[in-house]
């Protein structure tokens, strides 16, 4: 079985630009999920799918950030303009169902902000 | 306000002994909990989970043990290889429609040969 596929895996960019990162979930995962994994820290939740519907996104900068799923497939996670306190991996994620069961995460994309 | 608190950023353990792991949460809302462990330029990979209904739950070399009163739980692997070493997140999960997963800053294992 396939894992959750992320690109790019590394990316630099200079603050103010914009970055957008892909991810395809495990098939058949309903739920798909956004984190951001500042150095140091725990993964912080950004928003959370079912199907292509948002379910969750009170943590996601909205002034800046922004996410689609538009075929409840694979999903993109765009930064518009980046700062450099967004430089961090960015995780995205997947599970069965969204219930009580565990989630596959993907290997991260390491954004550089200069 | 970190509601899932792991307060030992490292941990060093000789191979073949026990490795313990402890992780502290305020929200009485979890009612699920994960551990995960990473290697570095790779993510997350689940490794064991326990329910709030239980207190204990094994699987091989790894026991995940939850103290509802203390708010606490913890990770044994027994014996410890050198191929434990790595990041152990502990995690939780909250009752409801969105389930949103609340992570620990993580702590570096080490297992010397």
């Known amino acids: 079985e396939a894992g959750v596929a992320q690109s790019p895996r590394y990316k630099i960019i200079e603050k103010r630009q914009s970055v957008a990162f892909w991810c395809n979930p495990i098939?058949?995962?309903?739920?798909l999920y956004w984190y951001q994994q500042i150095l140091g820290q725990g993964p912080k939740l950004l928003i959370q799918?079912?199907?292509?519907?948002?379910?969750?996104d009170s943590q996601l900068p909205k002034d800046r950030f922004s996410a689609e799923r538009l075929k409840g497939v694979d999903s993109t996670l765009k930064i518009q303009p980046a700062k450099l306190e967004d430089s961090a991996v960015y995780l995205c994620?997947?599970?069965?169902?969204?219930?009580?069961?565990?989630?596959?995460f993907g290997p991260g994309t390491r954004l550089t902000v200069t | 306000d970190q509601q899932v608190k792991q307060n030992s950023p490292s941990l060093s353990v000789q191979e073949g002994r026990i490795s313990i792991l402890n992780c502290d949460y305020t929200?009485?809302?979890?009612?699920?909990f994960l551990w995960y462990k990473k290697y570095p330029a790779e993510g997350p990979t689940f490794l064991i989970s326990?329910?709030?209904?239980?207190d204990k739950n094994e699987d091989g070399r790894f026991t995940v043990f939850l103290n509802k009163s203390a708010k606490h739980l913890s990770l044994h692997i027994v014996p410890s290889q050198p191929g434990d070493s790595a990041v152990y997140f502990c995690?939780?999960?909250?009752?409801?429609?969105?389930?949103?997963?609340?992570f620990g800053s993580g702590t570096q294992l080490t297992v010397l040969p």
């Open positions: 994620a997947s599970s069965l169902w969204g219930g009580k069961e565990e989630q596959y």
């Open positions: 098939s058949g995962h309903a739920t």
């Open positions: 799918f079912q199907n292509n519907g948002v379910v969750d």
């Open positions: 929200n009485s809302m979890f009612d699920y």
């Open positions: 326990i329910s709030s209904i239980k």
């Open positions: 995690a939780a999960q909250t009752s409801g429609s969105a389930r949103q997963l609340t």
